[in-house]
């Protein structure tokens, strides 16, 4: 109950406080004066509206009480189903998000420029493959009685650091003392090399004097480049790949 009630109340019982003090006095003085006993009449007028207005209590108490406990019981209904509602409602979303995702448009125009850009460098890294393991095999086949072997793995690691970029990591080595390969056939070795790995002549002179310092250490880059293609006859010829390819005439592969 709130203070505008309580004062209320209290009014309403100050009223009847005063009116049954008026009354009892009014009806003494009938009664004193002319012998009116208003009681008589009085009385069942009170017991009646007593009736009344406790009747009217009573029934706006049941009729409160009954409103409280069914705004009581759909409150909790309404509690228990909203985890459900939550529940369906999420998933709606989910549907909804899942079939715009299908629907999605065609990607844009950067995306399929990146994803043809990846595919061009997987196809890249492929071919490169593909040249290493043919230059290998050109490499195994003409060094055949001028390298031992840990001279012919150390040359096939330079070459990978040559088609990486990886000058730093060149290791000299030498050819066999007995049969030792000139100057022209590794000019020619750099050459044909160079040319399926497509560097510049600069970058093949300064490959080859760094793998073969003690063969070529008349040499300069500068006279290296000059001359690496040069018809001067000897072990390793210059082989010219053709419009397109990477392969060598002289393997077995080829001659095959």
Request: aromatic fraction near 8%.
């Amino acid at each position: 109950m709130n203070d505008k009630q309580k004062t209320l109340v209290r009014r309403s019982s100050l009223a009847l406080i005063v009116f049954a003090m008026l009354f009892a006095a009014f009806s003494s003085y009938l009664y004193t004066r002319f012998h009116i006993d208003l009681m008589l009449v009085a009385t069942p007028l009170l017991i009646a509206f007593l009736v009344v207005l406790f009747g009217h209590g009573i029934i706006k108490r049941l009729i409160t009480g009954c409103a409280i406990t069914r705004q009581q019981l759909s409150s909790f209904g309404q509690q228990k189903a909203l985890p459900a509602d939550i529940k369906g409602a999420e998933s709606g979303n989910k549907q909804t998000e899942t079939k715009a995702i299908k629907e999605v448009a065609p990607s844009s125009a950067l995306d399929l420029y990146e994803t043809m850009q990846l595919e061009e460098q997987r196809k890249e890294a492929e071919r490169r493959k593909d040249i290493l393991n043919c230059i290998n095999d050109y490499v195994r086949h003409i060094a055949v009685g001028y390298l031992s072997q840990k001279s012919l793995n150390t040359l096939l690691f330079k070459i990978e650091c040559l088609a990486f970029g990886r000058t730093d990591e060149y290791k000299p080595i030498r050819s066999d003392m007995d049969k030792k390969l000139k100057s022209p056939d590794l000019r020619h070795l750099a050459w044909n090399i160079g040319e399926r790995l497509g560097v510049s002549r600069r970058v093949r002179a300064e490959f080859i004097l760094a793998s073969f310092p003690k063969e070529l250490e008349q040499a300069t880059v500068n006279y290296l480049e000059a001359n690496l293609r040069d018809t001067i006859p000897c072990h390793i010829k210059i082989d010219v790949p053709d419009k397109g390819d990477y392969r060598f005439h002289c393997t077995p592969q080829a001659a095959a």
